[in-house]
């Protein structure tokens, strides 16, 4: 075990068997050396954690709990990681070779900041696609801004997080399985500038994600409190509308429950008014021609 690793990589596992070796393979396989692994077994009832148990590195710290939900194994992650820097990973993603490199060379390039995003991809069984539209290195003051026209995003995988504004400080919300993640991402990017990296960092599994979203409990479904956040960020207001609009359609793909739909509706209703849609619809507009002339001008992907 190392005693003061540069990064802590958090992964969540519950039964993950087709994909946690691959996904750890990718860390273990890194340029960078400096880290440890927390593989977070949530109280997998498949082979998990023997597969886990038999890859012998000191670098991986295996730690089972009982099952609580991806925002608890990562809540406990954080608890334990002993490094300077804090990732995330899910159990069946992939991060590039010199993901850890990159990050390490872009924090001593851009000192005194806490989050540095690389870019990602997000890979489908019939397409492959490129996230993050902004193609230089920049410091994002407005990250939410960034975030809204797609010059860059933040998920697990692709940020590397201080653990001195994290830890003890800034926690997953336990109530939530789905869009936890843009939860988490609220908290911070409310309060920090970012570094980002038009470099390719990792790769998301899109289809595995999508997955858990028709399973999901609609009591774990990020936006039911969005009425309580603030919500004086145009920009994230617009983001959190984008979010809730996903949340509906994906439920009405995969739910035969209408009540949750209805129940999803009225919470955006609340949040934003009943008539915001024509708001999104024009600023989604302006987006795509605000993107369009930057993608000319050889600013973007």
Known sequence: MMENPFFSIIVPV?????YIANTLDTILQQDFTSFEILAIDD????RSASIIQNIHDERIIYIHQNNQGVSAARNRGIQEAKGEWIMFLDADDE????????????????????????????????FTRIVCKYKKEAIIKKPYKAVWFEWAKMRPG????????????????TRLTLFEDFDFERQLLSLYAVVYTPQIVMNYRGEYGELN????????????NCPYYSMENFYFKLQA??????????????????????????????????????????????????????????WLQ
Not at 213 to 224: A, D, E, R, S, T
Not at 264 to 293: E, H, L, P, W
Request: hydrophobic fraction near 35%.
């Open 95 to 126: 991060l590039e070779q010199n993901c850890l490199h990159i990050f390490n060379e872009l924090i001593h390039k851009y000192p005194n900041y806490y989050i540095y995003l690389g870019n990602f991809r997000m890979i489908y069984s019939d």
């Open 158 to 173: 692709n940020a590397a997080i201080s653990s001195q504004i994290i830890k003890n400080k800034i926690q997953f919300d």
């Open 43 to 46: 109280g997998s009832t498949d």
């Open 241 to 298: 509308y984008k979010v809730l609009l996903s949340i509906l359609h994906i439920r009405q793909k995969t739910c035969d429950n209408p009540n949750e739909s209805l129940q999803i509706q009225q919470i955006m209703d609340m949040a934003f008014g009943s008539k915001y849609m024509r708001v999104y619809k024009c600023a989604y507009t302006i987006k795509r021609i605000i993107n369009f002339v930057f993608r000319k001008a050889g």
């Open 14 to 18: 519950y039964n993950k068997e087709r």
């Open 213 to 224: 979203h028709g399973k999901c409990p609609i009591q774990k479904v990020w936006g039911l």
